[in-house]
Structures are given as C-alpha cells and as structure tokens.
C-alpha cells in the first residue's frame, strides 16, 4: 500500500512540513520501541468533520505515556487542540490521526535516564485497512499479559509481538493472527479486540492480555442499546471456532467479519445478521446519525 501523505505534521508545538518531520537515527525509541502512540479515526459526518471518540483516545495517551515514564509536555487540551487544527489545515476529511511520543536523542543505553520525549500529530487521508472478510490462523506467539508489560498501555516496542504473529499468518496464507493470552485463552487480534456471537448473544473475551479497546467499548455500548444481551467472559479457542458469528473490530478496523479460524468456517462463513447490524448501527453512529451517540464526536469545526 502506498504510503499517503499529508501537507503538515505537528511536532513538538509546530507545524511542519511532511518532508521535515525527521528524528535523528540515534532517537531511543528507534532502538528500544520506547514510544507510545494512539490511532484515531475521522469521519465526514453529518455537521462536517468529526473525530471519533478524541477525549478517550488522548486520556490513553497519556495512561500509555506515564506507563513508559514518559513526561508529556503539553496538556491533553493543548494537544486536542493541535489535532483539530491540522485534521483543519491538511484539508482533510475523512483520515486517520496518529499521536506519537517517543524518547528521542540522548544516551545508548536502555534506562531512558534524561532522554528528551517528543509528541507529534500525524494525520493522513484513509485508505481501507482491510478489504474483506477475514480468514485467521490462531498464532503461536502468546499475547503479552499484564506480568509482562502494562495492561491497556500502546507501547512502540509491545508491537513487536504482533508483528510476529502478523508474518506467520502471512506466511501461512491467512490474513490475520488470533492471539490467545498466556493462558491459552481467547485475547485478541494483532490490532484488533475480537467478538463472537453465540444464541444472538455478543461475547468480548475478557483477557486482562487485551488492549480494552475504544470501538470495543463502543460496540458493548450499542449493541445494549440495539436489545443485544452483550457480555464479557473468558473465551476459548472451541468458543470462536463453534461461534456463529466472530469479527475483528479497532479503530482502523471498524468491524471485520472474521469467516473462518485455521480453516473451520465459522456460522455460515459470510458476515453474520448480528455483525452487519452492528456494523450499519456502528457506522452510521461514527457519522453524527442518532442522538444518543452524539457525544463520541468531536467537530474540527
Ligand atoms: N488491540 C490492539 C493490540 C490494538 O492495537 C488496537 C488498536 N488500537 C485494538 C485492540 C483496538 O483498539 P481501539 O478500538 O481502541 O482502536
């Protein structure tokens, strides 16, 4: 896919221009994975150019950041503020937002210790992250627990770890990891919270292995309001493979029918009547229709 560009990245308090948003090679985080970063949807809404869900995506920014020892020097409405603005000035509509600190330019050795951290804003127009439906392989690679990095925390170099698991479903033909916790239990997918359906009930593994996603928590909230029982509970692998329906759901995301697990179709191996359900309610919600939800949306203005 190529890479899209925009005309601004907002850097430590500036706008700079795309080609002038470098780091020097010696920046910690290239070494290390020593940064943290967020993914933030932008929708053409209804009343013009609306951000998904900012204030919850930011606050994460901040948990992850303080989770790596991170000293962030803005605030988060010095921040939200600099998002609306170049979502404004790059002239985009619907695009993908993507805040970034990392420890930059200072010692070699692991120990972060005075190593400056910078933030930026990158912002860049969509493109499809998936094209379809999803035929998954379950990984090998376990995903990290909470004994081994911070729960709920997006951390540069955690990523790794779905890297992995993204090459070997690749390599093996899939189109995307299922990763189960270091239990053996259901966690999530490289970048994305899984649910299954089972009986019209909507079920999220509860992992404390898993990112507690944003669209996650939307989608437990809607579909209550759409009259579907949804819970959370500890899911196994037989779970999803005997679910009727499963789907892969982010922010880049959205909702992704998942039709088959290491070859098993899952239900009737098509997007499923409660996933699509979803998904319309979903996508009509991320574009300013229905009043309830109106809250999720942050106009650029
Ligand atoms: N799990 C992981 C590991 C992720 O990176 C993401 C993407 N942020 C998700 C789940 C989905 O989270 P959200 O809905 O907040 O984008």
Do not use: Q
Not at 273 to 280: F, G, P
Request: proline residues 3%; aromatic residues 12%; contains cysteine.
């Amino acid at each position: 896919m190529a890479v899209k560009t925009s005309k601004f990245v907002w850097m430590d308090g500036k706008f700079v221009r795309w080609k002038d948003a470098k780091v020097h090679v010696m920046a910690h985080a290239l070494h290390y994975g020593s940064s943290v970063f967020e993914g933030i949807h932008c929708y053409e809404a209804d009343e013009g150019t609306a951000i998904f869900r900012l204030d919850e995506h930011i606050k994460r920014f901040f948990y992850s950041a303080n989770a790596l020892g991170m000293g962030i020097k803005f605030t988060e409405d010095k921040l939200k503020n600099a998002i609306k603005k170049l979502v404004k000035i790059n002239k985009l509509g619907h695009s993908y937002i993507r805040p970034l600190a990392f420890y930059g330019y200072g010692n070699v050795g692991i120990f972060p210790k005075d190593v400056p951290a910078s933030v930026a804003v990158i912002t860049v127009p969509w493109g499809n992250y998936y094209s379809g439906d999803l035929r998954v392989m379950t990984s090998k690679y376990a995903r990290h627990s909470e004994k081994s990095t911070v729960y709920g925390a997006k951390i540069g170099g955690n990523y790794a770890n779905s890297i992995l698991a993204m090459h070997e479903a690749r390599k093996n033909g899939y189109d995307e990891a299922l990763m189960l916790d270091y239990e053996g239990y259901v966690s999530e997918g490289p970048a994305e919270n899984l649910f299954i359906v089972k009986n019209r009930e909507l079920i999220a593994p509860s992992s404390r292995s898993a990112l507690p996603g944003i669209t996650r928590d939307s989608i437990l909230a809607i579909s209550k309001g759409m009259g579907i029982k949804a819970y959370e509970k500890k899911v196994a692998l037989s779970d999803v493979k005997n679910a009727d329906e499963a789907f892969f759901c982010g922010t880049a995301t959205e909702i992704a029918p998942i039709i088959s697990v290491d070859g098993k179709m899952i239900g009737s191996g098509k997007i499923g009547a409660i996933t699509l359900a979803i998904r319309n309610k979903f996508h009509d919600i991320v574009r300013g229709k229905g009043k309830r939800y109106r809250k999720w949306l942050t106009y650029v203005g």
